[in-house]
């Protein structure tokens, strides 16, 4: 089993990235969770299920062009900026490591992240690009942050 969660608040534009993702995502063996800006409320879930693998997903200005994404390591979070959510992404990733067997950070570099509902076009499509992706069982293909 394994779980993707997606991250942001939707009425922050592309912010909503990670939400989106979470409600268009479905694939055998997966658990999508629409995690909202709070994802602390999920760990339940990891704990239950235990999965294999949790892949986040959240808006994180990395300095690419947007649209593009990028696994990001746990020990780089505190170099990227992430979206509008409560609690630390790295105090939740702390928590929720023990519960899952490998967990993947996918950030999704915003094109505009102000008060609306809806994607831009860029990230609309980099988000379908992305559930491709995972649909695929390709995660791992996905570009490691560098910088």
């Known amino acids: 089993m394994n779980i ?5 608040n939707p009425l922050r534009g ?9 409600r268009r995502f479905r694939c055998l ?16 879930v990891v704990r239950r299920e235990h999965p294999d693998l949790v892949v ?13 994404f990028r696994c990001i390591p746990p020990q780089r979070l505190v170099d990227v ?6 609690p630390s992404l790295v105090s939740f990733i702390q928590f929720i490591t023990p519960l899952a067997n490998r967990i993947l950070i996918i950030g999704m570099q915003p094109c505009r992240i102000k008060d609306e509902i ?21 995660v791992d293909q996905v570009l490691v942050l560098e910088r």
């Open 118 to 138: 809806g994607l831009s076009p860029q990230l609309e499509e980099a988000a379908e690009n992305l559930i491709t992706i995972l649909e695929n069982g390709k």
């Open 29 to 44: 063996g997966w658990i999508s969770l629409d995690s909202g800006t709070a994802p602390e409320n999920f760990t339940g």
């Open 81 to 86: 900026s992430f979206s509008t959510h409560g």
């Open 14 to 22: 592309d912010d909503g990235v990670g939400p989106f993702i979470a």
């Open 56 to 68: 986040v997903v959240d808006a994180a200005d990395m300095g690419v062009a947007p649209g593009e």
């Open 4 to 8: 993707l969660m997606g991250i942001g």
